[in-house]
Every structure is written in structure tokens, then in C-alpha cells.
């Protein structure tokens, strides 16, 4: 069936440190986001890339759809980058519908 | 502006209350979408709508009822809810369902609690 999973579930960081998320999903996509859900609820747009690579600021994502995964890389995280992290895709198969994955919950301690 | 509003912001509702959320974008966005979203879980899509028609209605129970007045504007009419359906409500838009690309924007989302 229809899946995105996301790697790992939790993590855990000291402030300045990198890290790698990931995202795997099970079909060919027209549309793949990132997304930062802060601690208020709110979905923050970080990334369209339904393939290739982008980089803006600390941040930077890749998605290689032949391979079905994305990569999310933070770099010298901040306390403010913590929260939960979903990528989102529209399978070519599904219009219009957003499957989000299970999402990385992040933490960034000082 | 890549700005969607919603309100309210926290609603607690008695199984027999009737209420309505309302969103609102002003970019000129063509198709909008109501998720719900429970805690420590990712959002989960319950209608589209698509130049103001619904064009996906993912199995959701008759007592929440979407309405798309016009382009900028999304209702959800919430009557007879269970506690189970307190949850996050969001909003989202895009430019459209067949444009490419298709980027989706959220509203802050509105915490529903219901009693």
C-alpha cells in the first residue's frame, strides 16, 4: 500500500551539531514537501523539491524520486529549529491528495 | 504573502453545539483544504476544494460539513461532534490541483476540543 515513512522517529541534538533526515516513500511522486511543525501547531513551508537538490540558508534538501527518498540536512542546528519535521508527497497516482509521513521529532538542547 | 488565516485559534464545543471555522487566503489561490491532525500524529486530508467545488471528500463523517462561499474563503460546519474529534484542524491552499507546481500552504490551524 501507500506508505512515507520518515528516519529516524526522534533525535536528539547539542546546539551547532548536523543532522540528516529522512524520508522514504513507496511510489512514484508529483509533488514532495518539507515541513516544520512548531511547537503551536504550525506548518512551515521549507521545501517543494519533488526532485533535485535546494539549499536555503542551514538548510538544504535533496530528493531522488528513480530511488523513492529525500533527504533533509540541518546544519548547525539552533534550539529554534526543534519541533517535528514531515515530509509530505502527492503520489502520481492519488490526485491532489498530500500524504504526510510519520515525521522526526526534533530536539536542539543548548 | 504566502499567508492563510484562520479562526479561531482554540474552540471547546459541547457534543450538541454547532459552530464553523473559518479560513481565508488572499493569493489569488484556486484550490483549498481542510486536515485534521491528532495529537503526535501526522495531518490527515478530509475535503478539497477546487475552484470553489469539492472535488475530494476522503470518507468524512456527514457532521462536519466543508463550505467554499468563494475563492478565499473555506468553511468547516461542525455539528453533533465527539470527543474523539478534537483534534488540530488545518488549512491549507495552492494555486490550483492541476497547475505544477503545486506547493501547499497552511494556516496556523485551529485546536479543537470538544466536551
Known amino acids: 500500500g501507500i506508505q512515507v515513512e520518515q528516519s529516524p522517529p526522534d533525535l536528539i541534538l547539542q546546539e551547532g551539531a548536523n543532522s540528516t533526515l529522512r524520508c522514504n516513500f513507496s511510489?512514484?511522486?508529483?509533488?514532495l514537501q518539507w515541513f516544520h511543525q512548531n511547537p503551536w501547531g504550525q506548518l512551515i513551508n521549507l521545501f517543494y523539491?519533488?526532485?533535485g537538490t535546494k539549499q536555503n540558508g542551514r538548510l538544504s534538501a535533496t530528493t531522488v524520486a528513480t530511488e523513492r527518498y529525500s533527504l533533509l540536512y540541518i546544519s548547525s542546528s539552533q534550539t529554534t529549529d526543534s519541533g517535528v519535521y514531515f515530509c509530505?508527497?502527492?503520489?502520481?497516482?492519488?490526485?491532489?491528495?498530500?500524504?504526510f509521513g510519520t515525521g522526526t521529532r526534533l530536539t536542539v538542547i543548548p | 504573502d504566502t499567508e492563510v488565516t484562520q479562526t479561531p485559534k482554540h474552540l471547546v464545543m459541547g457534543m450538541t453545539n454547532k459552530k464553523s471555522l473559518k479560513c481565508e487566503q488572499h493569493?489569488?489561490?484556486?484550490?483549498m483544504y481542510w486536515y485534521k491532525q491528532k495529537a503526535k500524529k501526522p495531518p490527515e486530508l478530509m475535503f478539497v476544494?477546487?475552484?470553489?467545488?469539492?472535488?475530494i471528500n476522503e470518507s468524512v463523517p456527514s457532521r462536519f460539513s466543508p463550505e467554499c462561499p468563494n475563492s478565499s474563503l473555506l468553511n468547516l460546519h461542525l455539528h453533533a461532534l465527539q470527543p474523539e474529534d478534537s483534534a488540530l484542524y488545518l488549512c491549507?491552499?495552492?494555486?490550483?490541483?492541476?497547475?505544477?507546481?503545486?506547493?501547499?500552504?497552511f494556516g496556523p490551524g485551529t485546536r479543537l476540543t470538544v466536551t
Open positions: 491549507a491552499s495552492s494555486q490550483g490541483v492541476i497547475v505544477v507546481p503545486y506547493e501547499q500552504y
Open positions: 493569493m489569488g489561490h484556486r484550490a
Open positions: 511510489d512514484s511522486v508529483n509533488n
Open positions: 523539491i519533488p526532485s
Open positions: 476544494y477546487s475552484y470553489e467545488k469539492l472535488s
Open positions: 509530505a508527497v502527492e503520489f502520481q497516482t492519488g490526485a491532489n491528495n498530500l500524504f
